[in-house]
């Protein structure tokens, strides 16, 4: 299940080359301050990713993966955050970023539809709810909105998958969390400490 989301993203990149990755460095803890940022649960890791645009927490500390791209992925760069407790539920998020001049939010709809038709190829699962969603980043000028997608899904041996897909300028943010069993908070409490910086 590590590789759910890099599968998905390679299965979409073998129709069109215009979906891409920001490399970014070492991980580092976030500066969280209680008046812009929801609180980290506790016994979580909180990531502010240099030039990655955005923060999040995680149940351990992510390991960072820089996906090879090959057959179509030309000018595609991805960063997997993976912060999956041992033997337990994954959690991860990526970074995918277009080349230099080209705007994601002019394949908005195609990016969408292609990180789907991705995790359910891979999953062999089942789209329970898809639901568009607004996110904000902060900015001098005051925030600016991007559009998203959430997906919910069964797969086959009782898992589910939950995933929040977010197109801003440039890059393309995918968080995803692969569990057993029932809905639970854990992915609510996931999502409550991502934010786009």
Not at 17 to 46: L, M, N, R, Y
Not at 125 to 132: N, R, S
Not at 149 to 161: I, N, V
Not at 176 to 190: D, H, P, R
Request: with cysteine.
């Amino acid at each position: 299940m590590r590789q759910l989301l890099f599968v998905a993203v390679s299965v979409f990149l073998g129709a069109t080359t215009t979906f891409a990755s920001d490399p970014s460095g070492p991980v580092t803890p976030a500066a969280a301050k209680a008046t812009d940022t929801p609180a980290i649960p506790k016994g979580w890791v909180g990531v502010t990713p240099p030039d990655a645009g955005f923060r999040a927490a995680f149940p351990a500390r992510p390991t960072v993966e820089k996906p090879h791209l090959a057959n179509g992925g030309a000018g595609v760069e991805m960063v997997i955050y993976d912060g999956s407790p041992k033997g337990g539920d994954v959690y991860l998020v990526t970074v995918t970023k277009l080349p230099d001049g080209v705007d994601c939010l002019a394949y908005a709809d195609r990016l969408f539809a292609g990180v789907l038709k991705g995790m359910l190829a891979t999953t062999e699962g089942g789209l329970e709810t898809e639901k568009p969603v607004t996110v904000e980043r902060p900015g001098i000028g005051g925030p600016r909105s991007f559009p998203g997608r959430d997906y919910e899904g069964t797969a086959p041996h009782g898992l589910r998958f939950s995933a929040r897909v977010i197109v801003t300028e440039h890059r393309v943010y995918t968080l995803l969390l692969m569990s057993k069993g029932e809905k639970s908070k854990a992915y609510s409490q996931f999502l409550s400490t991502f934010s786009l910086e």
